[in-house]
């Protein structure tokens, strides 16, 4: 009897192993469900196990959510920086529906669909320069896996084989795929997965508000862009020149509380890039599609990177697709022979998604929604800078309809909280707190701890008002707690 027989046989005389049992169903009420069998995205799943409520959202409307109770929010962070067109609108639900209806899949892997096509041209005008050429993804973690992916092959075709590192800054958020995440410069969420995609470096962020700490030696906010970008140079001749493939920067950085660039920042990056073949990749996923009052945000900061990669506000969240933008320039040795990008997602450019993304457009362009930005952030951002005569209140800043307030423990040495001390301010309290008082938005502490306003771009100054007294009340409680 061979080796072989001598398994088959074993396995066939092992007697069945018995099906575990499922648990007997609890009673069926929507937190007992979510409790047993929702697993949520970055989120502490044992206060749940321990009997606390999951907030359920069960409506929206304009810059308005509901929770199961039938208790009213205002919509501070549009979902997830995605509702920019406001909740509730009919018109994208029946697009949708009559694309569903029409032709409700097909890929594009070597065959296309009108709803696709009309968004890679509508896409294509948006973007500036001769970022002509559109491959959509589901999601942005996506189209930033896209980026570096297409990075080192456009590299590998134009004879730079070892061009594969990437660079980004300490705290950017990139998403979560094993390549986004070696972009991604928040140690916490890379740590249990490493060893990551190799290649990733990072660099200063740029945080005015603490750019002495990163070693800026003082200066206008023009000097620090220029010492900021010129960190970027630093890395790419210290790794050397042909090893690095992209640098990928979010015009304005999300994690850690929205810093805008300085002035000239993002020209000294392009010419940076341009002295050393590096490619500049824009990570737009939060601050395409108005949300710094532009379609695209390289075009409000006047740089023409080489790639964009946009997802959330393309569709306003009715229907989920990403997208990677890039230049002819990448595009050409692809153009030719047998030559293919050997990569691709099932639903990248969702018939639905597209068609959605299309309506969401047009009701852009029809109601001035980048217009309405540009002419109402400076109200935004008044209205959150009275809230700076509270004593934990430190910096307010960002751009278009994208704000974060930085908390800290003294305003005038910007002494920031513990660990210990940011846990209770944050998840013991202001979460909590702000909800409560009917505000949705983002207590984070991935940097520095911060509150994040990212509401629909539909907004204006009444509204500003009154997000303001919510902040008011809830963070001068929060004042008096540390
Ligand atoms: C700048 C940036 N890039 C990438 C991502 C990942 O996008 P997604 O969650 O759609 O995968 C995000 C998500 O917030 C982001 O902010």
């Not at 469900?33 to 907030?55: I, N």
């Not at 700076?388 to 994208?402: K, N, Q, S």
Request: aromatic share 10%; proline share 6%; net charge neutral.
């Amino acid at each position: 009897m061979t080796i072989i027989d001598k398994l088959k046989l074993k396995r066939s005389t092992k007697p069945a192993k018995p099906k575990t049992a499922k648990r007997p169903k609890k009673a069926e009420t929507l937190q007992d469900k979510a409790r047993d069998h929702l697993w949520m995205h970055f989120t502490r799943q044992g206060p749940l196990s321990g009997g606390a409520d999951v907030p359920v959202i069960v409506k929206g409307n304009g810059h308005h959510i509901w929770d199961d109770k039938g208790k009213r929010y205002i919509d501070g962070l549009a979902g997830l920086f995605v509702v920019n067109a406001g909740h509730g609108r009919a018109r994208l639900a029946e697009v949708a529906r009559q694309q569903a209806e029409e032709l409700a899949f097909f890929p594009l892997w070597s065959y296309a669909h009108p709803a696709a096509i009309e968004l890679a041209d509508k896409l294509a005008d948006y973007a500036p320069g001769d970022l002509n050429k559109v491959f959509f993804t589901t999601g942005g973690g996506e189209a930033v896996e896209s980026a570096f992916k297409l990075a080192k092959q456009y590299w590998k075709l134009k004879g730079h084989p070892m061009k594969h590192k990437v660079i980004s800054r300490y705290v950017a958020y990139h998403g979560t795929p094993q390549g986004a995440l070696a972009i991604t410069g928040i140690p916490s969420m890379k740590a249990m997965f490493e060893p990551l995609t190799p290649g990733g470096f990072r660099v200063p962020n740029t945080n005015y508000y603490r750019a002495e700490e990163m070693g800026f030696p003082g200066g206008t906010e023009e000097e620090f862009g220029l010492w900021a970008a010129n960190r970027i140079e630093e890395m790419i001749e210290f790794e050397g020149p042909d090893t690095v493939a992209a640098v990928f920067l979010e015009p304005v950085q999300n994690s850690g509380g929205c810093f805008p660039p300085p002035p000239g920042y993002f020209q000294r990056v392009r010419e940076i890039c341009d002295k050393h073949n590096v490619l500049l990749v824009s990570d737009e996923v939060i601050c395409a599609f108005g949300r710094i009052g532009e379609m695209f945000a390289c075009n409000a900061f006047d740089y023409v990177p080489d790639i964009i990669t946009c997802a959330k506000g393309m569709t306003s969240g009715y229907s989920p697709i990403g997208a990677m933008i890039t230049s002819d320039r990448l595009f050409e040795p692809f153009s030719k022979g047998d030559t293919t990008f050997y990569h691709g997602y099932t639903f990248g450019g969702h018939p639905v998604s597209a068609a959605v993304a299309l309506e969401n457009l047009k009701i852009f362009e029809e109601e001035g929604i980048n217009e309405h930005v540009r002419k109402n952030s400076p109200k935004f951002r008044a209205a959150l800078e009275r809230l700076l005569d509270i004593p934990i209140v430190g910096d307010v800043r960002g751009a278009g309809y994208f704000f974060g307030i930085e908390l800290v423990k003294d305003k005038v040495t910007k002494e920031t909280f513990s660990d210990e001390e940011s846990e209770k301010l944050l998840r013991g309290f202001l979460s909590k707190a702000l909800f409560e008082a009917g505000l949705y938005c983002r207590a984070d502490d991935r940097g520095d701890p911060v509150i994040q306003l990212a509401p629909p771009l539909t907004i204006g100054p009444a509204e500003f008002d009154e997000i303001e007294a919510i902040l008011r009340d809830v963070l001068t409680r929060a004042s008096k707690l540390i």
